[in-house]
């Protein structure tokens, strides 16, 4: 298993820009799969971008023009830059292993965005 924590959150008004990071506990050099997630109040988590090893980025629909994924591998890191933040951003973000539900969730990160 590999733990993550995630940080950088917080408030950012209407079309403001905020970068969150996650790190892992151990390497992720050989975790092909990496992915920024978030959570609103009484929804289901949805997928926000995966990332490759190669720093190929894949967007859910409605997320690449306003959210960039990246990765160091250097550091265990994982990235999300936030563009034109709008309300319905508000939620807590996390990343993890695409689609390895065994893995565990970390704390999350939360973003408001409010005037």
């Known amino acids: 298993q590999v733990q993550f924590v995630e940080s950088g959150g917080g408030n950012v008004q209407p079309g403001g820009s905020l970068k969150l990071s996650c790190v892992a506990s151990?390497?992720?050099?050989?975790?092909?799969?990496l992915a920024w997630y978030r959570q609103s109040a009484g929804k289901a988590r949805e997928l926000i971008a995966r990332i490759t090893t190669g720093n190929s980025a894949l967007y859910a629909d409605s997320m690449a023009d306003r959210f960039i994924i990246s990765r160091d591998n250097a550091v265990n890191s994982l990235y999300l830059q936030m563009f034109n933040a709008k309300p319905e951003d508000t939620a807590t973000y996390y990343c993890?292993?695409?689609?390895?539900?065994?893995?565990?969730w970390g704390p999350g990160t939360q973003v408001t965005v409010s005037s």
């Open positions: 993890n292993i695409y689609q390895k539900p065994t893995n565990p």
């Open positions: 151990g390497s992720i050099s050989d975790i092909y799969l």
